[in-house]
T-cell receptor, first 117, second 114 residues
Framework: AQKITQTQPGMFVQEKEAVTLDCTYD???????LFWYKQPSSGEMIFLIY??????QNATEGRYSLNFQKARKSANLVISASQLGDSAMYFC??????????????FGKGTKLSVKP | NAGVMQNPRHLVRRRGQEARLRCSPM?????VYWYRQLPEEGLKFMVY????????ESGMPKERFSAEFPKEGPSILRIQQVVRGDSAAYFC????????????FGNGTRLTVT
């Protein structure tokens, strides 16, 4: 069975500083994808970044980067130069590429990030 | 390119009534997923559909819940005889394919059962 663990219910960061949101996962699948989503207080789910299990390079998208350590089964999200608008819930998710659950995106419980001015 | 469109945004139903939630995927996306989010929790998978086919409904409650994605028109999540425990945010997502395609989510439908 697949599982996503986000151990930080809440995080604070000073504006303009970098912050790392932790995510570990458990799966027996060899091929899978890891995703991060942002959910602001308005409620929508915004896709941020994707990392495939066979990708050798860590994914980056603007101020977002994914610190992928396959042996440790971790996929931490790094946000550089935090902005006030980054305050939101952040969800880590994974998806197996094959097998019966290939459509199923499994989510962690989320981390609430608050950016202080 | 319009995103995933869900309506209504808010839906209030009395216990025992039926709730119908609609989802139009992004243009070019043939894969649709429904998720439920309870307060202070992550999203829980319910069902995965392609046009006219249910691919995976392992997260769908066995009774009162059904989903369809007809050849023409939006995907519909239907909840019959709603109960208070059905109150949640229901999100629809779409992707152009499975595997490494990210899911793009709609803004959700907030269902309140009174």
């Amino acid at each position: 069975a697949q599982k996503i663990t986000q151990t930080q219910p809440g995080m604070f960061v000073q504006e303009k500083e970098a912050v790392t949101l932790d995510c570990t996962y458990d799966t027996s699948d060899q091929s899978y994808g890891l995703f991060w989503y942002k959910q602001p207080s308005s409620g929508e789910m915004i896709f941020l970044i994707y990392q495939g299990s066979y990708d050798e390079q860590n994914a980056t998208e603007g101020r977002y980067s994914l610190n992928f350590q396959k042996a440790r089964k971790s996929a931490n999200l790094v946000i550089s130069a935090s902005q006030l608008g980054d305050s939101a819930m952040y969800f880590c998710a994974m998806r197996a590429f094959y097998g019966g659950s290939q459509g199923n995106l499994i989510f962690g419980k989320g981390t609430k990030l608050s950016v202080k001015p | 390119n319009a995103g995933v469109m869900q309506n209504p945004r808010h839906l209030v139903r009395r216990r025992g009534q039926e709730a119908r939630l609609r989802c139009s995927p992004m243009k070019g996306h043939s894969h649709v997923y429904w998720y439920r989010q309870l307060p202070e929790e992550g999203l829980k998978f319910m069902v995965y559909l392609q046009k006219e086919n249910i691919i995976d409904e392992s997260g769908m409650p066995k009774e009162r819940f059904s989903a369809e994605f007809p050849k023409e028109g939006p995907s519909i999540l239907r909840i019959q005889q709603v109960v208070r425990g059905d109150s949640a945010a229901y999100f629809c997502a779409s992707s152009p394919g499975p595997y490494n395609s990210p899911l793009h989510f709609g803004n959700g439908t907030r269902l309140t059962v009174t």
